[in-house]
């Protein structure tokens, strides 16, 4: 039984827990990955001057970051299922994906080589779905409130769009990593 998806994306979240690839399949048939990514950034811009303190900044610049790595990681197992699915092949290729994540000026390799639902494990034992969700809606909230860069209603619902985008992304990865879920 597939979930129904409404046609505002509000159930996509939970959709994407019980279906996550075929969640993964509908967002980046449709939207791309660096647009996603543009929005998030311009609403981490929205969002910094509403923070109340620089630890907090420099939390969801982190989260921006590791979103991204998520986002990114995601899209290559979305190509390998599209690859696998007009190729007729049974099982996902291994695309090799690395990153490197710069903290206090010193470059750390996350993962080298690695096939991406290893790297998916990785960054969800970084930060879980569950906190996930909780910094993206803080992000959110700060971002739109945010009067001066977010004036017409139109530039608000973008970023809820956007917004249900990237808690259905989140859905997907943790369903991804699930082993009690078939996908």
């Known amino acids: ?9 509000e159930l996509l979240p939970y959709a994407a827990l019980v279906r996550p690839m075929d969640v993964l399949i509908l967002i980046f048939d449709k ?13 981490l ?3 910094i001057p509403k923070c109340d303190s620089k630890k907090e900044q420099t939390q969801f610049r982190k989260f921006n970051r590791w979103q991204q790595m998520l986002f990114r990681t ?12 007009l190729s ?3 099982t996902l290729k291994a695309s090799p994906i690395s990153f490197i994540k710069s903290e206090t000026n010193k470059k750390i390799v996350i993962s080298s080589m690695h096939h991406p639902t290893e790297l998916l494990k990785k960054l969800l034992k970084a930060c879980p779905a569950n906190y996930a969700r909780i910094r993206l809606w803080d992000w959110m909230d700060r971002g739109l409130s945010n009067q001066a860069i977010y004036k017409s209603q139109a530039d608000r619902d973008a970023i809820l ?4 985008l990237c808690a259905a992304l989140i859905a997907a990865a943790h369903g991804l990593d ?5 996908y």
């Open 1 to 9: 039984m597939h979930p129904v998806i409404d046609q505002k994306n």
């Open 31 to 43: 939207v791309y990955l660096k647009d996603i990514n543009s929005a998030m950034s311009y609403l």
């Open 45 to 47: 811009t929205a969002a």
């Open 74 to 85: 995601l899209h290559v197992i979305y190509c390998d299922k599209k690859t696998q699915l």
């Open 88 to 90: 007729g092949s049974k």
């Open 161 to 164: 769009y956007y917004y249900q």
């Open 178 to 182: 699930n082993p009690f879920i078939d």
